[in-house]
């Protein structure tokens, strides 16, 4: 792991898994904001925004238990289940409901 210890890297992949929830829900209201409109049914502006806030709800357990894993020292653990919040919500949605 370079000259960056396991707390350091776990540091950094918290970090960037908040950022990516962050991003999650961004897009998330960008989508509902920018697709308001008469013409559009809000069924398909639901259908269209459920990805990202699924993959932000996954996201959110995750950085959830890297830090419970964080502050009880499981700095491995932690880092696998930020690698796993970062690398498995793109393909999320698209497993579970196919």
């Not at 960037?16 to 308001?36: E, G």
């Not at 964080?70 to 696998?80: E, H, L």
Request: net charge positive; hydrophobic share 50%.
């Amino acid at each position: 792991m370079g000259n960056l210890g396991k707390k350091q890297w776990t540091r950094i992949l918290i970090g960037l898994s908040i950022f990516d929830i962050a991003a999650q829900v961004a897009s998330w209201y960008h989508i509902q904001d920018q697709l308001l409109s008469p013409l559009i049914p809000e069924s398909t502006v639901n259908y269209i925004g459920k990805p990202y806030m699924a993959d932000a709800i996954f996201g959110s357990l995750c950085v959830l238990t890297a830090l419970i894993l964080y502050f009880n020292s499981r700095y491995t653990a932690s880092i696998i289940i930020c690698g796993i919040s970062l690398i498995i919500p793109p393909y999320l949605f698209y497993i579970l409901l196919g």
